[in-house]
């Protein structure tokens, strides 16, 4: 049915650059909320960056300004561009879909309630910077 594949991680020198793509099938881009979200090593997953069904964006403030989410529905596909990376962006990258996504005014993207609330993940793909 529905499945997220992440793709474009790799190893980066600090300050360079990136960009994810999730390619989506099974549902239209366009009728989900979607999030990136990345876990490093020893800690927990965290929020990165979302799109609400209406466009809307939002991102942790560690990656503002650098970081840049956006949908091509066309392609079905979610894409997260980063620049400037940083050592601490190191981590496994992943893709996260919402089929019912609640109204932009209401949801709140940096809740784990809404994380937990995500109908499909995808696998990851690991992005590593050095200094």
């Known amino acids: ?42 800690k927990q997953r965290e929020f990165v ?15 503002k300004g650098r970081f840049t989410m956006s949908t091509d529905n066309a392609k079905s596909t979610v894409y997260l561009q980063m620049d400037n990376l940083k050592p601490e962006d190191t981590a ?15 949801v709140n993207v940096h809740s784990p309630r809404t994380q937990n609330a995500m109908d499909h993940w995808g696998k990851g793909t690991q992005v590593t910077v050095s200094s």
């Open 92 to 106: 496994v990258y992943y893709c996260a879909g919402l089929e019912h996504p609640p109204p932009c005014t209401i």
């Open 49 to 63: 960056a979302g799109i609400h069904r209406g466009g809307g964006t939002a991102y942790i403030d560690s990656v």
């Open 1 to 42: 049915q529905v499945q997220l594949v992440e793709s474009g991680g790799g190893l980066v020198q600090a300050g360079g650059s990136l960009r994810l793509s999730c390619v989506v099938s099974g549902t239209r881009v366009s009728q989900n909320g979607m999030g990136w979200y990345r876990q490093a090593p020893g």
